[in-house]
Nanobody, 114 residues
Framework: VQLVESGGGLVQPGGSLRLSCAAS????????MYWYRQAPGKNREFVAS????????YYADSVKGRFTISRDNAKNTVYLQMNSLKSEDAAVYYC????????WGQGTQVTVSS
């Protein structure tokens, strides 16, 4: 199993970023996919999840209405569109899949600063 995140960077408050997570090594369309984030000095926290066939997504209250999770099963990729970014959204963002004990990508840094 391999998960590779990309798309992070520096953005001003109110700006947008689109994160991608390319998955391999498992049958992508058979699994829920998750985004988590971890800010310095804080625990890793759930951000969003999406069902196998892009069904009903779930979001943390802190990002609801601003972030959108989506997936392309043909490309084995899950996305996180982040709009109206706030300073408190700054973190390393990870995608994850719950196979066995769980797998994580290496993370992609999101910095929100003016």
């Amino acid at each position: 199993v391999q998960l590779v995140e990309s798309g992070g960077g520096l953005v001003q408050p109110g700006g947008s970023l689109r994160l991608s997570c390319a998955a391999s090594g498992f049958t992508f369309s058979s699994y829920f996919m998750y985004w988590y984030r971890q800010a310095p000095g804080k625990n890793r926290e759930f951000v969003a999840s999406i069902a196998r066939t892009a069904g009903v997504p779930y979001y943390a209250d802190s990002v609801k209405g601003r972030f959108t999770i989506s997936r392309d099963n043909a490309k084995n990729t899950v996305y996180l569109q982040m709009n109206s970014l706030k300073s408190e959204d700054a973190a390393v963002y990870y995608c994850s899949v719950r196979i066995g004990g769980g797998y994580w990508g290496q993370g992609t840094q999101v910095t929100v600063s003016s």
